[in-house]
């Protein structure tokens, strides 16, 4: 009776490497300075960058940027924005667009989440690594060994399906992973006065998110 809640991005690492390319001069290194450079909230800039239409929200496609002031939201445009920004700004609309929904998705009688479980390329971002632990306000871990989440995983159905197939047809996910050990290491813990921060941005992310979906409706 397990439930498995997936959001499905089309613009993750792809759109993060496009970034890196255009303001960071094609460097991790310069990318990651440069997030380390702004404080929590980009000084008040935002920025959505969706170069292949969005799944979530559907139907977004471009660049869009924003200047949050304390009574304020306005429209800006990408030569507003100092180049340093946008490192911390695309890290930090793809972290609270899934943060935004963690509420809506999860039932009201689960217990709250403890952890985040980083995979893919950017697990080994140290920046990124901190950033979303607090974003988050939980401990990032990564899987020892190995950062393909997807192949993993696979393989584990395999082995489950193998396994129930030697015990006649039955058994539980969870019985035939009682045995194992658990590989992770934690690599960034939150920190509370940061994570205090993104709490309060959530509301300003949904409606910048708003006006983004409402501007591609009219195209």
Same mark, same amino acid.
């Given at each position: 009776?397990?439930?498995? /809640?997936?959001?499905?991005?089309? *613009? =993750?690492?792809?759109?993060?490497?496009?970034?890196?390319?255009?303001?960071?001069?094609?460097?991790?290194?310069?990318?990651?300075?440069? &997030?380390?450079?702004?404080?929590? =909230?980009?000084? =008040?800039?935002?920025?959505?960058?969706?170069?292949?239409?969005?799944?979530?929200?559907?139907?977004? #496609?471009?660049?869009?940027?924003?200047?949050?002031?304390?009574?304020?939201?306005?429209?800006?445009?990408?030569?507003?924005?100092?180049?340093?920004?946008?490192?911390?700004?695309?890290?930090?609309?793809?972290?609270?667009?899934?943060?935004?929904?963690?509420?809506?998705?999860?039932?009201? %009688?689960?217990?709250?989440?403890?952890?985040?479980?980083?995979?893919?390329?950017? %697990?080994?971002?140290?920046?990124?690594?901190?950033?979303? +632990?607090?974003?988050?306000?939980?401990?990032?871990?990564? +899987?020892?060994?190995? #950062?393909?989440? +997807? =192949?993993?995983?696979? /393989?584990?159905?395999?082995?489950?399906?193998?396994?129930?197939?030697? *015990?006649?047809?039955?058994?539980?996910?969870?019985?035939?992973?009682?045995?194992?050990?658990?590989?992770?290491?934690? &690599?960034?813990?939150?920190?509370?006065?940061?994570?205090?921060?993104?709490?309060?941005? &959530?509301? /300003?992310?949904?409606?910048?998110?708003?006006?983004?979906?409402? +501007?591609?409706?009219? &195209?």
């Amino acid at each position: 009776d397990a439930q498995i /809640a997936m959001l499905c991005y089309k *613009n =993750g690492a792809l759109a993060r490497e496009q970034v890196r390319d255009r303001f960071a001069d094609k460097d991790w290194a310069k990318f990651n300075d440069f &997030v380390d450079q702004t404080p929590p =909230g980009n000084n =008040g800039y935002w920025g959505f960058y969706f170069p292949l239409p969005e799944i979530i929200p559907p139907n977004v #496609k471009g660049d869009f940027f924003f200047k949050v002031l304390p009574q304020s939201l306005v429209p800006t445009s990408t030569d507003s924005l100092p180049a340093a920004v946008h490192p911390r700004a695309i890290l930090e609309s793809q972290f609270l667009s899934i943060k935004s929904r963690i509420a809506a998705i999860l039932p009201s %009688s689960a217990p709250p989440l403890n952890r985040v479980v980083l995979t893919g390329g950017s %697990s080994a971002n140290e920046t990124i690594r901190q950033l979303a +632990a607090d974003l988050f306000g939980m401990p990032a871990y990564v +899987a020892d060994g190995t #950062k393909e989440a +997807a =192949g993993t995983g696979g /393989a584990i159905l395999a082995k489950y399906a193998w396994w129930r197939e030697q *015990n006649g047809g039955y058994g539980t996910f969870e019985e035939m992973r009682a045995g194992d050990v658990e590989r992770m290491t934690c &690599v960034a813990r939150p920190k509370e006065e940061v994570t205090r921060v993104y709490e309060s941005l &959530v509301e /300003a992310y949904r409606v910048c998110e708003e006006q983004v979906v409402r +501007a591609c409706a009219t &195209v």
